[in-house]
Each structure stands twice: as C-alpha cells, then as structure tokens.
C-alpha cells in the first residue's frame, strides 16, 4: 500500500458515528475487530482512560478500510474511568499503579499479539492515546517483532522513554504534553530512526483525536484528519 493512494483514500471523520465491527473474545479480553480477518498487516490500538468511544472506534474503522487488520482490546474490562474519578484525588494515581500498569495490561498485549499471528498476521503495529501511549511505549521496548508504534495525545511518558524502543516511533503531541525533543532525539543512533517522526499540535488540546475530540467543530476534525493522515503514512513505511 503506497501512501499517496492510502492518503487519498482516507475519509474524513465524522461527528456523528456508528462502528462497523464486530465485538469477539480473545481469551479472557473482549476485543473490537475491523477490517479484513485475513490481512497479514494488523494494528492493536491501546483506547484512552475512557474504555470505548466513537472517535477511537471511528479511527480503527478507517485503518480496517485500509486493508489493515484492527483490534481494539477492552484491557480495562468494562471498568473505563470517567471524568468525575479524573477529578478525584488519587483516582489515577492508583489506576496507573494498578489496573493500568503496564506489569498488568503486558499479559494482555502478549495475548493478543499471538492470536493476531496465529490468525495470518505477519507484520504488527501498534496504536495507543493518552494512557495507552505508555503501553505502546512499553510494549516497543519490551516486545519483539513489532514493526512500529505511533502515540497520540501521550500521557505518562517519564525521561528516557522513547529512547528504549526497539522500532519505529510517531509521535503526535499536542499543546498540553511536554517537550519530548531530547527524548526523541535520542532514537538518532537507532538504525531505524529514518521512520520515526515526531509531529506537534500545539494549536489542540490533550484528547482531540481520541475521546475528548467534538469532530462536530470543524477545526477539530481537521486536525484530526491531519494526525490520522500521518498516522495512516507512519504505517505504510513500516509494515
């Protein structure tokens, strides 16, 4: 799949959305499935601490359109946090040593990385928003053969982070996140650094792609369309 075609075929977001996949069991995981079962290139996505949104579902539809294999696994069971607990001293802080932790959630990407190759898939990315960034940073440095991973929005990236994974890196970053710059400068003496890409946002808000995003206002989903744009590209040059 060449870019520009990918590019030109991907369509806009839409304010109002009803998802086209279908819901399965992998193991013990309820996961979100789209696009064609017998695709040899797949893409987990990591949702945000929001569990199941539109915008997110929306956006594994487009890729499923692409020729890619998607799964959304639910890793949080059901059990998404809501904005009131965001708002709750201490809520979160537990959630990320927790149930949100990547020594829990780790078992769950293994599993649904196997079922991924065990059922056709030989070249695997993966996709994660806020929260899940940490996971998907997590998994590229702890997992093998992954082909890439593209963060949006990302959240609980400590100093050093981008610098250990093991494979191409997109990283989107809007106005809210800190400056990842040296970070992501580290990845210069990794042989793959010519596919990593870090591109800023900084006239959006933490959340715009994913399920803080009102693609009901035209600004937003533009910019939108411009950060799946790049991911869509992220993907084609390294799977």
């Not at 959305?17 to 996961?31: D, F, H």
């Not at 990236?157 to 981008?162: E, H, S, T, V, W």
């Not at 946002?201 to 790049?230: P, T, Y």
Request: glycine share 10%; with cysteine.
């Amino acid at each position: 799949m060449s870019f520009p075609a990918a590019c030109c075929n991907t369509p806009p977001v839409k304010a109002n959305y009803t998802a086209k996949g279908q819901k399965s069991t992998v193991g013990n995981i309820q996961c979100y499935f789209t696009g064609p079962a017998d695709s040899h290139r797949a893409i987990m996505v990591n949702y945000d601490v929001f569990g199941y949104h539109a915008n997110v579902m929306q956006l594994c539809d487009i890729l499923g359109d692409l020729g890619y294999r998607v799964v959304l696994p639910d890793l949080l069971h059901g059990n998404p946090l809501t904005e009131n607990d965001l708002g709750t001293p201490g809520v979160f802080a537990e959630f990320k040593d927790t149930r949100g932790s990547w020594q829990t959630t780790k078992p769950m990407y293994q599993t649904v990385i196997g079922y991924l190759k065990d059922n056709s898939a030989s070249s695997i990315g993966l996709l994660g928003f806020c929260w899940g960034s940490h996971l998907v940073v997590s998994a590229l440095t702890e997992l093998d053969g992954l082909r890439g991973g593209a963060i949006v929005h990302p959240a609980l990236i400590a100093d050093g982070d981008l610098g250990k994974v093991n494979a191409p890196l997109l990283a989107i970053p809007s106005k809210d996140e800190p400056d990842f710059q040296d970070d992501f400068d580290s990845l210069k003496q990794k042989s793959f650094f010519s596919k990593c890409h870090m591109v800023r946002f900084d006239d959006m808000f933490h959340g715009f792609c994913g399920a803080r995003g009102d693609w009901s206002n035209e600004v937003q989903a533009k910019r939108a369309n411009d950060a799946i744009a790049l991911i869509v590209k992220f993907f084609a040059s390294v799977m």
